[in-house]
């Protein structure tokens, strides 16, 4: 069965550089999320789209933006990288209809800032 | 709002030994419960849920969790670990609520597991 497919799956940048992180969902999926997960952390929401359009909003600094295109995928666009970035950052998606039972989440991307 | 507490952040066992992951939660609306294992530098795997029904839940490797609406509990329980439980667990919870963001979630701060041979 298809998954949830991020890109890339490890990404190095330095400060002040910009990042973009990819998500596919699950085919016929309608809501994506986005986690944030630090070093011996536990993962933390930061944004989330239903049908394209932005549904809830978590602890998601103002350098990021994220959005949900037409096709559903979704992308998160991280500006002025500082250190405290690293982090493993998880999409997950969900149908909204009477199917769905859980967020399936992908296996993340780990982004390291030097 | 709703909030997770786990509240080991470490359980030391031996191997075939029986352990208990504590997790409580708070929430103002009716929640979904999770349980989801991380293995180091991996992904998160989701062990089980619960959504409605039976409160006594089974999983993926012979774990199983049962929801307490009053202790407003769901402990994870397992009667005999093995060497490869060794992982952190993550207990989740979601607020139900209409429209999108079913699955939004929010989660504890986790539990090492550690089994010792």
């Known amino acids: 069965a298809a998954g949830v497919i991020q890109s890339p799956r490890h990404l190095i940048k330095e400060k002040r550089e910009t990042a973009t992180l990819k998500c596919y969902p699950i085919p016929r999926h309608d809501t994506v999320y986005w986690y944030q997960q630090g070093p011996g952390q536990d993962p933390q929401f930061l944004i989330s789209f239903y049908e394209k359009m932005q549904s809830d909003k978590g602890s998601i600094p103002d350098r990021f933006s994220a959005q949900q295109f037409s096709d559903y995928h979704s992308e998160l666009n991280m500006s002025s990288l500082e250190l405290g970035d690293s982090a493993l950052y998880f999409c997950a998606s969900s149908s909204s209809g009477q199917g769905g039972t859980e967020a399936f989440f992908g296996q993340g991307t780990r982004l390291t800032v030097v | ?117």
Not at chain 2, 12 to 31: G, H
Not at chain 2, 52 to 68: D, H, M, P, R, W
Request: one cysteine or more; aromatic letters at 12%.
């Open chain 2, 1 to 117: 709002a709703q909030s997770v507490t786990q509240l080991d952040s470490q359980v030391p066992v031996f191997e075939e030994a029986p352990v208990e992951l504590r997790c409580n939660y708070s929430s103002s609306v009716s929640v979904y419960l999770f349980w989801y294992v991380q293995y180091p530098n991996q992904g998160l795997q989701l062990l089980l849920k619960y959504l409605s029904g039976s409160t006594l839940v089974k999983g993926i490797n012979g774990f199983e969790a049962e929801f307490n609406k009053s202790q407003t509990s769901f402990h994870l329980r397992k009667p005999s670990v093995h060497i490869s439980d060794t992982a952190e667990y993550f207990c989740a919870v979601a607020g139900m609520n209409s429209g999108g963001s079913n699955y939004k979630l929010t989660f504890g701060k986790g539990t090492l597991l550690t089994v010792n041979p």
